[in-house]
């Protein structure tokens, strides 16, 4: 058995037209359309990537890209100042500060600093509680992506059991609220979990965020597992992920590669909640993109 390829990238190009196709009736019945601010602080190469095809593709959906570009030596204070106005600024629906900060800048502060109903990233202590607590959230894009990934390959998720291997605040803790809104049976394992191979040996469904290149090899994996793979490590073969995907792939019904998996699906997702906080702070009725 060969597993089925989960192709993120054909997945997050349909949710990109439901997004163009919504943000187009938003500007045409409401006269607003909806605008996202990205913050990038300091020139690291990988973010300045990153926050280029953010850019770009908030731009081919049809919405505002409104982009700071700040130095890095730039002070707390006045990225503070900034996000203050943007939180302020009527034409922005979204702010989003690219992760790493400079050493000198207290990254939690900078991010609580976001206005909830503009956090479109998902990571203000705020909408974190609301989603771990079960109520109306952003949620962050990535583990959105991958539990809309997981749906469409799965369908119903009541009663499957979930293992999650890792525990960052940006992707492990809200993929477990997740899945454990969705009525799986959920354990999150990490670095400190004993016999980590037979904890991921239960699951039905493999979540690997753990940033350590083919960690995760096939015979860790229950036969018929569906494995969604988070990681991006970059290595002298290129870009691979967390699990070791010829190995995987053996064993797994289904399994997402790397690149092309999880990763078009996390600025897709972006998009997504832009057009749902723009709906929001508006009062306009969300359109249904799938994303709930």
Known sequence: ?????????????????????????IIRDHGVTPGLAVVLVGE?????????????????????????????????DDLLALIDRLNA???VHGILVQLPLPAHIDAAEVINRIDVAKDVDGFTILNAGRLATGQRAMVPCTP???MMLL?????????????????????????AALLTAANATVTIAHSRSRDLPEIVRRGDIVVAAVGRAGMVTGDWLKPGAVVVDVGINRTDEGLVGDVDYDSAAQ??????????????????????????AC????????????TA
């Open 89 to 91: 600024d009527p034409a």
């Open 44 to 76: 690291d190469p990988a973010s300045k990537v990153y926050v280029g095809s953010k850019q770009r593709q908030t731009r081919e959906a049809g919405m505002n890209s409104i982009e700071h570009l700040l130095p890095d030596d730039t002070s707390q």
């Open 151 to 175: 749906r469409d390959h799965l369908g119903d998720l009541a009663g499957l059991e979930a293992v999650v291997i890792g525990r960052s605040n940006i992707v492990g803790k809200p993929m």
């Open 144 to 146: 959105l992506g991958c």
């Open 1 to 25: 058995m060969t597993a089925l390829r989960i192709d993120g990238k054909s997945f997050a190009a349909r949710l990109r037209a439901l997004v163009k196709e919504a943000a187009g009736a």
């Open 279 to 290: 709906c929001r702070i508006h009062d306009i009725p969300e359109p249904d993109l799938g």
């Open 251 to 276: 064993v797994a019904q289904a399994i997402t590669p790397v690149p092309g998996g999880v990763g078009p699906m996390t600025i897709a997702c972006l998009l997504a909640n832009t057009l749902t």
